[in-house]
Every structure is written in C-alpha cells, then in structure tokens.
T-cell receptor, first 111, second 112 residues
Framework: GEDVEQSLFLSVREGDSSVINCTYT??????LYWYKQEPGAGLQLLTY?????DMKQDQRLTVLLNKKDKHLSLRIADTQTGDSAIYFC???????????FGAGTQVVVTP | ETGVTQSPTHLIKTRGQQVTLRCSSQ?????VSWYQQALGQGPQFIFQ???????GRGNFPPRFSGLQFPNYSSELNVNALELDDSALYLC???????????FGEGSRLTVL
C-alpha cells in the first residue's frame, strides 16, 4: 500500500462525525473505494466513487474526491459504536480487479 | 451477504507443505482476484482471472498459482509454504468494467 496513504488511528465520540482521509498517487485511477473490516472478518464494501465525480452521498456516508490533490475522504455522520473498525481506502487503475490499498485507519468510537 | 464464499475459513499447515484455497464468486461476476493480508497491513494484490485466464499479477513468486473454472469459481494454490505466508487470503469478484468489487470473508492460513 505504499502508493495509498492513510492516517493510522482516529478516535471519535459517539454521535459526532468522523472524517477519514486518504491520499493516492496514480492519476489514472478509475474508481476509489472505502472498505470496512471488523476483527477477524473480510472486507465490507462501504462505497466507491468513479474518478469523474467529486462527491457521493449514501445515507450516513459522504465521499469527497479532490482529483487535483489526489485526496479522498470518507465522512461518517452520527458515528455509532458499531462503526468501530478498520477502514481501508483503495484505488483501482484497471477495468479488472486490481486494487492498491492503504494500510488502514483504525477508528475507535467512544461513548 | 456479498455472495462471495471462500473455503476453508481457517487452516494450519507446516513449512514446505502445499495449500489450496477456494472461492466461489458472486453470480454473474466473471472476474476474480486474490489478495494476501498480513496481520496489521492492507491487502496486497496477488493475481486476477478473467474467463479462466490470468491477466494481472502482483509481486508474488511463482509458487503462488491459481485457476479459474468455467463457472467463474477459483482456486489459489501455494507451494513450498513459508512462515511468512501466514495471512488472511481474500478473494474478490466483480463484473468486468463495473465499479462494485466484493470480497469474501477470507481464509486464514497459519504456517508453523
């Protein structure tokens, strides 16, 4: 995941908004993804954004894409304890299935 | 939930042995990719298959090999296991060219 960088840890209070940030390097990325991983589990696709979009909203989730700065963010509104997990940012540069992942951001939600 | 199923869920092997991991892709998905996730790290791309042909490979040695079958299910084979092969192996499927890419729950391999 050297080409995709994320902060390693985020602590947030229940009910607040969380913002997880990610930077990537490949300007030819076609899609950018956010996945959630809970302990001992696989990756759950939260949302993804096509590279020609700036924003995508899906219920509590808002994705912002700044192509100029190669910056992607995920905002979770009204964060709940069930949102505690590791969140991975990933970029896709082909039309197949090759993703480049970041190292993940551990989100801890406190009451 | 995602329709991607993997087996076995857990297994333990010793150094030098061989292992086969299996993946059934989501219905209608003709592209399968495999990833290795070491503890505390993000997943690393191993290879991907489209219509039974390997069409992309990451930085993994030839002892990592795979197959895709006509029903789009897939296998990952690892020969001459090393301690560093201990990891969660994830399979993902997608329709070619479309955004959604779904992962299974993974197979956790421990090499002793």
């Amino acid at each position: 995941g050297e080409d995709v960088e994320q902060s390693l840890f985020l602590s947030v209070r229940e009910g607040d908004s969380s913002v997880i940030n990610c930077t990537y390097t490949d300007s030819s990325s076609t899609y950018l993804y956010w996945y959630k991983q809970e302990p001992g589990a696989g990756l759950q696709l939260l949302t993804y954004i096509f590279s020609n979009m700036d924003m995508k909203q899906d219920q509590r989730l808002t994705v912002l894409l700044n192509k100029k700065d190669k910056h992607l963010s995920l905002r979770i509104a009204d964060t709940q304890t069930g949102d505690s997990a590791i969140y991975f940012c990933a970029e896709r540069t082909d039309s197949w299935g090759k993703l480049q992942f970041g190292a993940g951001t551990q989100v801890v939600v406190t009451p | 939930e995602t329709g991607v199923t993997q087996s076995p869920t857990h297994l333990i092997k010793t150094r030098g042995q061989q292992v086969t991991l299996r993946c059934s892709s989501q219905s209608g998905h003709n592209t399968v990719s495999w990833y290795q996730q070491a503890l505390g790290q993000g997943p690393q791309f191993i290879f991907q298959y489209y219509r039974e042909e390997e069409n992309g490979r990451g930085n993994f040695p030839p002892r990592f090999s795979g197959l895709q079958f006509p029903n789009y299910s897939s296998e990952l084979n690892v020969n001459a296991l090393e301690l560093d092969d201990s990891a969660l192996y994830l399979c993902a499927s997608s329709p070619r060219g479309v955004g959604e890419l779904f992962f299974g729950e993974g197979s956790r391999l421990t090499v002793l």
